[in-house]
């Protein structure tokens, strides 16, 4: 049986390890995972997803707020594990650590590497309008994400798909890449790949000012980076000085010549907005400042009496 360390925090991670725990020649032997955080409004201390996971089958976790250096890398290298699965981990892990198990360690990253790198791949994927998707096991170094790869298998991308949608699907289709590739690590019988420098990219972590929608841009990007922030962070533009959200829209055949970000078309069904080169987007799902998500039906039933075509978004 094979001892297995397992990295991981957000849900995404959550069907990985469940996949590792219910393997008969594996054993989970221990779980690292972020610290608990506040989250909300009310700040509630709540522990990460893979913290809860690990609990409910009575593993071993180690919640280190950095590892390098830490009493819990001493303690999990101590476990003697054969390898080290990672997958949304979130920490830089130490050369120390990926080089200890035997057959070292490798990492469940949703993308098709050398494509987007980095913290927000699922993200950049859609904000970037891509086709096609899917994940990567690939063995961990020092530099971020540049590992040679070992196994990789593809997605559709869905013209409805979001964020949200994406992460459960790559959740478990890196899942069974995983439960694939791994009788492969341990006979010996893969042949990984280096990775094709020439074609890497990068996707960091969201920022702030990202979030915040540019109404010069075309309508088709901006409808893309809608999607690629749902379900968080979530764009936002601004209404009457307040942060105004904007969840599902899609851009429509309409031309107009309005000032960027002009509200152009207002019903009590339908809300289009002026964007760059003369394209129009329609929202369909929004939340104002201090309220709920709803549909823009819902919204306009409710504002169309404070709103009028002509009025601009900042």
């Not at 050369?95 to 987007?116: C, I, Q, R």
């Not at 096991?137 to 530099?143: N, P, V, W």
Request: charged share 25%; with cysteine.
């Amino acid at each position: 049986m094979y001892k297995i360390v397992f990295m991981g925090t957000p849900e995404f991670s959550v069907p990985i390890l469940e996949g590792l725990i219910q393997e008969e020649n594996y054993e989970v032997i221990g779980v690292v995972t972020q610290p608990d955080r506040k989250v909300g409004r009310k700040k509630v201390v709540t522990p990460p997803p893979v913290k809860k996971k690990a609990v409910e089958h009575g593993i071993a976790v180690f919640q280190p707020e950095k590892l390098s250096g830490s009493e819990e890398m001493n303690q999990v290298l101590a476990l003697e594990p054969d390898i080290i699965v990672t997958a949304a981990y979130g920490q830089y892990v130490p050369t120390k650590m990926l080089k200890a198990p035997k057959y070292k360690a490798v990492n469940v990253h949703a993308s098709l590497l050398p494509k987007y790198r980095g913290a927000a791949p699922i993200h950049y994927a859609l904000i970037n309008g891509d086709r096609e998707t899917g994940v990567t096991i690939m063995y961990m170094e020092k530099e971020m994400d540049a590992g040679d790869i070992i196994s990789q298998r593809s997605l559709r991308i869905d013209p409805e798909d979001t964020v949200g949608t994406l992460f459960g699907k790559l959740s478990l289709i890196g899942r069974d890449l995983l439960l694939d590739t791994l009788p492969d690590i341990f006979s010996g019988t893969h042949t990984p790949t280096s990775q094709d420098l020439s074609e890497v990219t990068y996707s960091p972590m969201i920022s702030r000012e990202e979030e915040k929608i540019d109404w010069t841009k075309r309508a088709e990007t901006i409808a893309f980076k809608v999607r690629g922030m749902n379900t968080f962070p979530g764009a936002y533009t601004l209404l009457k000085g307040q942060r105004f959200k904007i969840w599902r829209a899609e851009a429509v055949s309409q031309s107009s010549d309005k000032e960027p970000g002009t509200i152009v078309r207002l019903t009590n069904k339908d809300m289009q907005i002026q964007c760059g080169e003369q394209t129009v987007l329609s929202l369909k799902e929004v939340q104002p400042f201090g309220k709920p998500k709803m549909t823009i039906e819902d919204f306009l039933s409710g504002a169309v009496n404070h709103l009028e075509e002509g009025e601009r978004f900042e």
